[in-house]
């Protein structure tokens, strides 16, 4: 059974359309995470959700919005997409304690 | 803010020999972990190693190691007998557990390529 799972893998949108991808892990982690991997590899991080409660709510775009209905999940819908969306989105888990993240296999997000 | 540096953007080996990856790292915090991910073309992210900044002793995997210079703030990564499936991008990261954030920092991470 896959860890952290997110669906779907690709996305190819065009702009101005709004997206969501989802993200599920059964590690019974606490908290979840929403990284961006731009073209040039990089990750940064973009929210942090502990217990269904925002912890991390970095300099993102408001058109950007995670919902966690449940600490199992953590969705990431996106309003208006722009070009420069174009990205990889990873989620990701941890246990408080553990200090291990696991990742999903990211989803490839295209806007054209 | 804690800051990750890898100072090289790409590196190559020749199979079975040995290479060493870089990274440096800047942070206040006493209490706090670094790691080595390792991302091959799949996309997928898996966890080479990992070592908390209280334990002097250096954390090994297998064939990857690392030199866990506290003082110097430096955490290099060691992959012995490279094999052609190391190749991949190799990220290193900082995660501060202090005040309850959990924050993982990537550097820019370091492309490898194993040569046969």
């Known amino acids: 059974d896959t860890a952290v799972s997110q669906t779907p893998k690709y996305l190819v949108t065009q702009m101005g359309n709004d997206k969501s991808i989802k993200c599920e892990q059964n590690?019974?982690?606490?908290?979840m995470y929403w990284y961006k991997q731009d073209s040039k590899k990089f990750l940064k991080i973009m929210f942090s959700?502990?217990?269904?409660?925002?912890?991390i709510n970095e300099t993102v775009p408001n058109r950007f919005s995670p919902k966690s209905p449940d600490k199992a999940h953590l969705n990431l819908h996106i309003n208006s997409l722009e070009l420069g969306d174009s990205a990889v989105y990873f989620c990701?888990?941890?246990?408080?304690?553990?200090?291990?993240?696991?990742f999903g296999s990211g989803t490839q997000l295209s806007v054209l | 803010a804690q800051t990750v540096t890898q100072s090289q953007p790409e590196m190559s080996v020749q199979e079975a020999e040995t290479v060493t990856l870089s990274c440096t790292y800047d942070?206040?915090?006493?209490?706090?972990?670094l790691f080595w991910y390792k991302q091959p073309p799949s996309r997928q992210m898996i966890l080479v190693i990992r070592?908390?900044?209280?334990?002097?002793q250096n954390a090994t995997e297998n064939r990857f190691s690392v030199n866990f210079q506290k003082a110097a703030k430096s955490f290099s990564l060691k992959i012995s007998d490279s094999q052609l499936g190391d190749t991949a991008m190799y990220f290193c990261?900082?995660?501060?557990?202090?005040?309850?954030?959990?924050?993982?920092?990537f550097g820019k991470g370091t492309k490898l390529s194993v040569i046969p």
């Open positions: 990261a900082f995660l501060d557990s202090g005040a309850g954030s959990y924050q993982l920092t």
């Open positions: 990701a888990s941890m246990r408080g304690g553990q200090e291990k993240l696991f």
């Open positions: 590690l019974g982690h606490d908290t």
């Open positions: 942070t206040s915090e006493s209490n706090y972990y």
């Open positions: 070592q908390e900044a209280y334990k002097q």
């Open positions: 959700y502990n217990n269904k409660e925002l912890i």
